[in-house]
């Protein structure tokens, strides 16, 4: 029923808001969440903002959501009246998420990352998430579907924290990169330094693997993106990347698994990108690759330069 009602005030006609040529939004931290009252919104929609950017979860200490929903610990219910609010004056919701990393997450549930600790030759397990385990993705179905039941516009799939080059070794990836590849995993070899002449100090058959981790993990994110579409098909979507995507594919591939060329195949809304005063021609850059329309610059409002 939660599911149902927000999709069936989309076909109203009235309390959705207009959709602009251009989106202009504020990042909101989830404390900030209360202060957005009527006025509040009403003075950011005068000074030309029309979309807000929430941040939806909290991780250690005390981690939690802030919206209703039984997948995860409610820290406050939060969301569904700031998106009522906020429709009212005209102004687009998006709730920003990220999928690497959800402290409430029950360690017994196997669902963690591992990577490869370099020094102890060891795999080790991390605080983030194994995106390719299976029953994560069916968990974000449910947790991102009662999210998107607030009646939000769109989800921002936040980059932090970055899938590192040492992680990704889970057992699960190890089987399925055999598996597709015919090939078994040595992380000792991948991440073993071949000296100055290899790119970024990595063996050959490492930027195999690199492609394969990124290519996975993008399909299962936005994989779980499509499934909550079905229920949700007005949904926007937005993925961040880190700069390096567009001044050096190679070292975002090898440092963030991502691949700017490999997510333009994707339905996505936007593409967001960090930027300072002083990265014009980056901007510049990105918009080329990606298309203008679909390129969201995220910007420091303490940075006067200008773009």
Avoid: C
């Avoid at 593409?271 to 329309?293: D, F, H, M, N, S």
Wanted: proline residues 7%.
């Amino acid at each position: 029923a939660r599911t149902k009602i927000p999709e069936l005030e989309r076909q109203l006609p009235v309390v959705r808001p207009p959709q602009e040529s251009r989106t202009i939004g504020l990042y909101v931290g989830p404390d900030a969440i209360a202060g957005l009252d009527d006025r509040e919104l009403g003075r950011l929609r005068k000074s030309g903002t029309n979309a807000l950017f929430v941040s939806v979860m909290k991780n250690k200490p005390g981690p939690g959501v802030y919206f209703k929903t039984d997948w995860a610990p409610v820290l406050q219910d939060r969301l569904s009246a700031l998106v009522g609010a906020a429709h009212r004056q005209g102004m687009q919701v998006w709730a920003s998420f990220s999928v690497r990393r959800m402290d409430w997450v029950d360690p017994k549930q196997e669902w963690v990352d591992w990577k490869f600790n370099t020094q102890t030759a060891r795999l080790e397990r991390v605080e983030t998430l194994d995106l390719l385990h299976p029953a994560l993705r069916d968990y974000l179905v449910g947790l991102l579907t009662d999210l998107s039941g607030t009646g939000v516009d769109g989800i921002f799939l936040a980059a932090d924290p970055p899938t590192e080059t040492s992680e990704g070794f889970s057992t699960t990836a190890l089987r399925k990169f055999e598996k597709d590849m015919g090939q078994p995993v040595d992380p000792s070899r991948l991440l073993a330094v071949q000296g100055r002449e290899r790119p970024l100090g990595y063996a050959p058959e490492f930027w195999r693997w690199l492609g394969w981790k990124q290519r996975e993990q993008s399909r299962s994110v936005l994989g779980v993106m499509e499934a909550v579409r079905v229920a949700f098909p007005g949904l926007m979507v937005a993925v961040e990347v880190h700069p390096e995507a567009v001044t050096n594919p190679q070292a975002a591939l090898a440092m963030y698994a991502e691949d700017l060329l490999d997510l333009r195949r994707y339905r996505l809304d936007y593409i967001a990108l960090p930027v300072t005063a002083a990265q014009g021609a980056l901007a510049a850059k990105a918009a080329e690759i990606v298309r203008g329309e679909r390129l969201l610059l995220l910007v420091d409002p303490a940075d006067k330069g200008g773009l």
